[in-house]
């Protein structure tokens, strides 16, 4: 099993910055995918940033730019960098490992961005 704990969440106000961070323990391989999704009340998952093992990297459209992912595979953690944040960024984000074809998730941490 796999477990995820998230840390990192909370209030800010639009235009400031946060950084979440994401611990796997657990029955770790060493080719996996981290990442970082959202959602918002009302509206679906949305994925914000993930990582490869290797180090490759994609966003969603509306951070681009404004978010930088990383990952300490020592420590089996991922991290997100966000910056600028805006009232529209308010939502539950969520962990997620992918490996041989399971995905596992953390139990979310909420985020707050007040205009």
């Known amino acids: 099993q796999v477990q995820l704990v998230e840390a990192g969440g909370g209030l800010v106000q639009a235009g400031g910055s946060l950084r979440l961070s994401c611990a796997a323990s657990g029955s770790i391989f060493s080719i996996n995918v981290m990442g970082w999704y959202r959602q918002a009340p009302g509206k679906q998952r949305e994925l914000v940033a993930v990582?490869?093992?290797?180090?490759?990297?994609m966003y969603g459209d509306f951070v681009k730019g404004r978010s930088t992912i990383s990952r300490d595979n020592a420590k089996n953690t991922v991290y997100l960098q966000m910056s600028r944040l805006l009232p529209e960024d308010t939502a539950v984000y969520y962990c997620a490992l992918d490996q041989r074809g399971l995905r596992y998730w953390g139990q979310g941490t909420q985020v707050t961005v007040s205009s």
């Open positions: 990582i490869t093992s290797g180090g490759s990297t």
